[in-house]
């Protein structure tokens, strides 16, 4: 980078920002869209294809009944209306990965149209307004091999996998968001958690969003107060929660030096770095690909039975915010500690380890204390920091049952996190169990006593508080693994003194 | 030629359930006629003897088992190039796909296999089913057999040669725009365009998604209607495919056989009244409507005022969505590869390959219709047209409430000679003015040979409201009835 960024705080105290996000989410049907391979992840290149989604010549599509009612139902889970008729549309344009060198997409007839998604900021309810929810089919992925990169560019070969070809994608775009100011970036991280967390409750996909199953665009312009909305630029490559916060950040930045500057944004479509959080350009639009839309005409119009609609909508389960709520009453939290633990992204993950047996304090303590605290070290989400509520709620019932103290349990969590198997291995294989053997505690202790005799005079003469040194002391011999509880009530009971 | 070759699919059906005759003979019989004829015909772009001699076989041995024969059983049938057939080359007459061997049958093709058919092999077609004579295939034109110099129409023209020149008894042909009827015209042979929905689309190589229907082709009547049978009705795979059964369209051609059409009223199209068409062409129409009201039929004139936009229409809406549908066949799966010498990227040998592949007339289509498709064009072409296609629909919607059928020369013209019509795409497009609009409703059409003008075959056209196939089976069946069956010169 050459030009030097302005202050945060300035950007947004000259510009207003505009957002818009286009999000994909990869649906986890059995089959693929328009056919019956199967969608399962991974698998040998080239071995979940056939005629229909390599696009050989003669084959059509039909269309899955399972991935239309997904899509109707986030529909309604972000208060769309669902049309009552409506068309697949053809995209056309040529790319080595697109089996057909034309998409099945929706055009100006989407199934879903017109709802919104409130989200919360700072303890603020933003409503987030829901342009339109369409289904579609994934590509293949093409593999450039032979060069340095992984490239095209220096490249001998390109190799394609059809695996993904044909697996159903609904893309979720909002209404422009404008109005946010400072806020813009946090706004769109927690839209797209909310999207996250709406469609998992809805059990239509995983929305990973590292395996590509939740994948996202950012929108950013800026304009002046009172002027027109400026030139958005497009940001592709988001590839998680944080970068979609750093992505709007970034572009608002940046933007704000061209246009102090003197400079014109340019309509473009940019690229998105995770390593450097900025962002450089990719394709313009003004150069870009007269997609020839039109409907298409291997597929029949769809026309979803209301009665249908509405026997979906009955059906939705409880969305995350009403759940939240509960959550919130269940766990006895202030708005505060629910923030919190929102901010965290753990709210889920406390619900499982208090299913899985944990208290909602000694679950919110683990996630929000030593794990979130790991979690930001290493730059990754509370969700992929390598321990399970399952763990946590164990590691928490060896400490209930006295096996284990804090300080051993953390690292013991450590272990965890490394991923040396369960907390009960962990503590078994490093031997990092509490010595409760009252016998060998009983040795230590009378060790203790010997070594230090005149402290135990003091004790037996009634200084019970001058005891602490030799808890110590058997502590420091027992390398931490007895419970100093235990040991004091030892040494008091040894040394003859009423504690 | 064998007696064998010359028979209804009828009759050979017969002989080999009633063990008067093998299929293997039957296949042989045919496959020798195809060597002694076919370098002069040219109908057929691969011949599968193997595979049509171990279908005979096992006719015979299911025979043999005492296992029930369908009606078509051991009958030779040729598929026209354009449906997809497992391990047999599949061109659709064009380079792009030489030597491409489909690892899967089209739905037709896999019912002929149900129906104990023998598929000797595959007829040539313009490329990309885009012609009106077979001049257009990437690998020469087929002939007439009334007239090697001359045309045997298109795109199916190796079908209806095949049929012409006694190589088959029966064959699949596709019809867009008149690809079925206007070959069956123009080569004295029975040609039927079913009701767009009523025959699959899976496996046909596709030209024009909403235009294109699979149908059969055969020298009488009858034979048509059981071909018809056998590949008809609803198939799972293809979306666009009607969930009704076909209609009886066996029992309509054995009730017309009588040569009874009382009660039936037809319609004469006042926008097809002769311009445009040869003057031999409507001299054979007018007699033949004579012969019709003779039959018992009550003849009314009709106007379809929509009908003289179908050429334009139909010249908007299949180039738009031939423009993507071919745009697959880019030499990265499949078929040919040019370019790829480790130089060039994806994108050049892509186009490179279309380049070579694609011969001028798809080329033409490609390009008016990616241009139709255009942003800032659509509305005024591919927009425009599609709202032409509902007006003709309401044209004969409105025109079956007062008629059963409507009729009309097939062709305006008979077959022309070859090389007459390519320098002028005009000149070529108009052979199919009479059978467009039927497939711009999405109706059955049906082409029956009706008499001769200068000793060369003229087809009647009878269009039925949509899935009413039945009743252009029973006009067409009557109609034969009464002017009998037409046969070439020897060749």
Redesign the interface.
């Known amino acids: 980078m050459t030009t030097t960024l302005p202050a945060y705080d300035e950007v947004v105290a000259r510009y207003e920002p505009v957002i818009g996000l286009e999000t994909h989410v990869e649906l986890g049907t059995r089959t693929k869209m328009f056919c019956g391979c199967p969608t399962d992840f991974g698998g040998e290149p080239n071995t979940r294809v056939c ?1 229909v989604c ?10 899955n009944k399972a991935a239309i009612e997904a899509t109707i139902r986030i529909g309604l889970a972000l208060n769309c209306s669902i049309a009552e008729w409506c068309r697949f549309a ?1 995209k ?1 344009y ?1 790319y ?1 990965d697109m ?4 998409q099945i997409s929706q055009y100006d007839e989407p199934l879903c149209v017109d709802g919104y998604l409130d989200v919360e900021v700072n303890g603020e309810t933003v409503r987030i307004g829901i342009e339109r929810v369409h289904l579609e089919e994934d590509t293949g992925k093409t593999l450039h091999v032979g060069g340095a990169t992984g490239r095209i560019h220096g490249a ?1 070969e ?1 190799l ?1 996998d059809y695996n993904r070809a044909g697996i159903p994608l609904v893309e979720i775009v909002t209404k422009p968001i404008p109005g946010t100011g400072a806020l813009a970036p946090e706004v769109a991280r927690a839209y797209v958690t909310e999207l996250r967390d709406v469609i998992r409750s809805l059990g239509v996909s995983d929305v990973r969003m590292e395996e590509g199953s939740l994948r996202c665009d950012v929108n950013t312009s800026l304009n002046l107060p009172g002027e027109e909305w400026g030139t958005r630029t497009e940001t592709k490559n988001v590839n998680s929660l944080r970068s979609v916060e750093r992505a709007v950040r970034s572009e608002m930045l940046r933007q704000a030096s061209v246009l102090d500057a003197g400079g014109r944004i340019t309509q473009e479509t940019r690229h998105f770095h995770e390593d450097t959080g900025d962002t450089t350009p990719g394709r313009s639009k003004e150069t870009a690909t ?1 997609y ?3 409907p298409e ?4 119009p769809l026309a979803p039975d209301p009665a249908w609609v509405a026997e979906l909508k009955a059906a939705l389960p409880e969305l995350p915010r009403v759940h939240r709520r509960r959550l919130q009453e269940q766990w006895g939290l202030s708005d505060l500690d629910m923030q919190s633990v929102l901010n965290a992204g753990a709210v889920e993950l406390i619900e499982q380890t208090v299913a899985a047996g944990a208290t909602p304090a000694a679950a919110r303590k683990w996630w929000l204390g030593e794990l979130s605290r790991r979690a930001n070290e290493t730059g990754r989400e509370l969700a992929d920091i390598g321990a399970t509520p399952a763990q946590v709620a164990e590691l928490q019932g060896l400490v209930d049952a006295g096996k284990l103290n804090d300080k051993l349990a953390r690292v013991v969590l450590e272990g965890v996190v490394a991923g040396e198997g369960s907390p009960t291995e962990i503590m078994t294989n490093r031997n990092l169990e509490v010595v409760s053997d009252t016998g060998a505690l009983t040795a230590a202790v009378d060790e203790a006593i010997a070594a230090n005799a005149a402290i135990a005079d003091k004790v037996r003469s009634g200084k019970v508080a001058a005891a602490g040194a030799l808890v110590g002391a058997v502590m420091k011999s027992t390398q931490g693994q007895a419970d100093a509880k235990t040991v004091r009530e030892l040494i008091l009971a040894r040394l003859g003194v009423e504690g | 030629m064998s007696d064998l070759t010359t028979k209804t699919a009828v009759e050979i059906a017969a002989l080999v359930a009633g063990g008067e005759t093998s299929a293997v003979e039957v296949t042989q019989a045919h496959l020798d006629r195809i060597a002694a004829v076919d370098d002069r015909v040219h109908a057929f772009l691969h011949v599968d003897a193997e595979g049509a001699l171990a279908a005979a076989r096992a006719v015979d041995e299911r025979r043999a088992a005492g296992e029930p024969l369908g009606p078509l059983a051991g009958v030779p049938v040729a598929v026209k190039d354009v ?2 057939t497992k391990g047999v080359p ?1 061109t ?1 007459g064009s380079k792009i ?1 030489e030597g ?1 061997r ?3 049958d ?1 739905t037709i093709v896999e019912r002929l296999r149900a129906a104990g058919t023998v598929m000797l092999g595959k007829t040539n077609m313009d490329e990309f089913a885009m012609g009106s004579s077979t001049e257009y295939s990437a690998y020469g034109p087929s002939r007439n057999p009334w007239d090697l110099s001359r045309i045997p129409g298109g795109s199916g023209g190796g079908s209806s040669a095949a049929l012409a020149a006694y190589e088959a008894p029966l064959a699949i042909g596709s019809d867009t725009g008149g690809s079925i009827r206007q070959p069956g015209a123009v080569t004295g042979t029975v040609g039927a365009k079913p009701t767009y929905g009523g025959t699959s ?6 030209f ?3 235009l294109d229907t699979p149908g059969p082709c055969a020298r009488t009547v009858l034979d048509a209607a059981l071909l018809h049978e056998a590949i008809g009705g609803h198939d ?5 495919s009607i969930p009704q059964p076909v209609p009886d369209v066996v029992a309509a051609a054995k009730r017309g056989a009588s040569g009874d059409l009382t009660g039936v009223k037809l319609g004469i199209v006042t926008e097809f009244s002769g311009e445009g068409a040869e003057p031999g062409v409507m001299a054979v129409f007018r007699d033949t409507v004579d012969t019709l009201t003779k039959l018992g039929a009550e003849i009314v004139e009709i106007s379809c005022p929509h009908f003289t936009y179908a050429l334009p229409a139909y010249y908007l809406i299949a180039p ?2 031939c ?2 549908n071919l ?4 030499g ?3 078929g040919l590869r040019v370019g790829d010498d ?1 130089n060039r990227s ?2 050049e040998v ?1 186009s490179l390959t279309r380049e070579a592949g694609f011969g001028p007339e798809v080329k033409r289509r490609i390009m008016i219709g ?1 241009y139709a ?3 800032g064009y ?1 509305d005024a072409y ?1 927009g425009q047209a599609q709202k032409v296609r509902t007006l003709i629909t309401r044209d004969f919607t409105a025109a079956f409430e007062q008629v059963d059928a409507l009729i009309s020369p097939t062709t305006p013209f008979v077959a022309f000679p070859i090389g007459a019509r390519t320098s002028d795409p005009y000149q070529m497009y108009l052979a199919d003015l009479f059978t467009i609009p039927t497939n711009l409703y999405g109706g059955p059409g049906i082409s029956v040979p009706c008499g001769l003008s200068d000793g060369l075959p003229v087809g009647l056209q009878v269009m039925a409201p949509t899935m009413a196939d039945d009743r252009m089976y029973r006009v067409a069946a009557a109609l034969e009835s009464a002017v009998g069956t037409f046969t070439p010169p020897a060749l």
């Open positions: 005629p390599l696009g050989l010549p003669g084959s059509l599509p039909v269309a053809r056309n040529f080595p089996p057909k060198n034309f001998t390109s394609v007269d020839r839309y039109f005409p291997d597929l029949v | 449906l997809a599949t659709v796909l491409w489909p690892p899967y089209a689309r899976y496996g046909l190589v596709a024009s998604s909403s799972p795979r293809d979306s666009t738009s969505e423009s993507s745009a697959r066949f880019d990265v799966r499949f480790g994806l994108e892509m990616t498709l255009s942003s659509y591919y």
